[in-house]
T-cell receptor, first 113, second 112 residues
Framework: GQSLEQPSEVTAVEGAIVQINCTYQ??????LSWYQQHDGGAPTFLSYNALDGLEETGRFSSFLSRSDSYGYLLLQELQMKDSASYFC??????????????FGAGTRLAVHP | DVKVTQSSRYLVKRTGEKVFLECVQDMDHENMFWYRQDPGLGLRLIYF???????EKGDIPEGYSVSREKKERFSLILESASTNQTSMYLC???????????FGPGTRLTVL
């Protein structure tokens, strides 16, 4: 089977640091991606970890450990505008030699003053 | 900036109607995708296309078909809409099969 699990909701205060975890039960995937989606908006690509380790992009960092089947998104210096849903996703081989993204159910982050 | 546009933000149709959802991208991407998004289920892949006139079934293709006559346009067709197809439909495109996908604003379809 293949599935990604992430917490359904996380709350935090402005200025804090929050970590959104993603555990997966799939093998043979190419990498872990993170997407952000504000209410009523489209998902937007945040990061992609092809290799184990930490990728940093401004206030956001993403981590992957294939041996632990685990990844996370780290958001620092939280701002109110970071309130959104965050999805982890993996690329997996699909039929005909193509690849597809498999998404987790999403984590709703609420940032409070 | 990549721009992915979808023909409608909101659509209301009746059971049994044929529904067309249009998606256009302006960055010459070869890869295009249709997803539906439902609460608690994340995004699920309906169909995808890696080239003009090429299409592949995703995870939940039943009740849907697609058309890709031009590189920039990928259409999703509901042959006979049913109430369980009420959902948010998202189109996406990407330049490469392993990099991030760019999503359109979505079409919220309600089937009565």
């Amino acid at each position: 089977g293949q599935s990604l699990e992430q917490p359904s909701e996380v709350t935090a205060v402005e200025g804090a640091i929050v970590q959104i975890n993603c555990t997966y039960q799939t093998s043979g995937f190419y990498g872990l991606s993170w997407y952000q989606q504000h209410d009523g908006g489209a998902p937007t690509f945040l990061s992609y970890n092809a290799l184990d380790g930490l990728e940093e992009t401004g206030r956001f960092s993403s981590f992957l450990s294939r041996s632990d089947s685990y990844g996370y998104l780290l958001l620092q210096e939280l701002q109110m505008k970071d309130s959104a849903s965050y999805f982890c996703a993996v690329f997996r081989p699909f039929s005909g030699g193509y690849n597809k993204l498999i998404f987790g159910a999403g984590t709703r982050l609420a940032v409070h003053p | 900036d990549v721009k992915v546009t979808q023909s409608s933000r909101y659509l209301v149709k009746r059971t049994g109607e044929k529904v067309f959802l249009e998606c256009v991208q302006d960055m010459d991407h070869e890869n295009m995708f249709w997803y539906r998004q439902d609460p608690g289920l994340g995004l699920r892949l309906i169909y995808f296309s890696y080239d003009v006139k090429m299409k592949e079934k995703g995870d939940i293709p039943e009740g849907y078909s697609v058309s890709r006559e031009k590189k920039e346009r990928f259409s999703l067709i509901l042959e006979s809409a049913s109430t369980n197809q009420t959902s948010m439909y998202l189109c996406a495109s990407s330049i490469d099969r392993l990099v991030g996908q760019f999503f359109g604003p979505g079409t919220r379809l309600t089937v009565l």
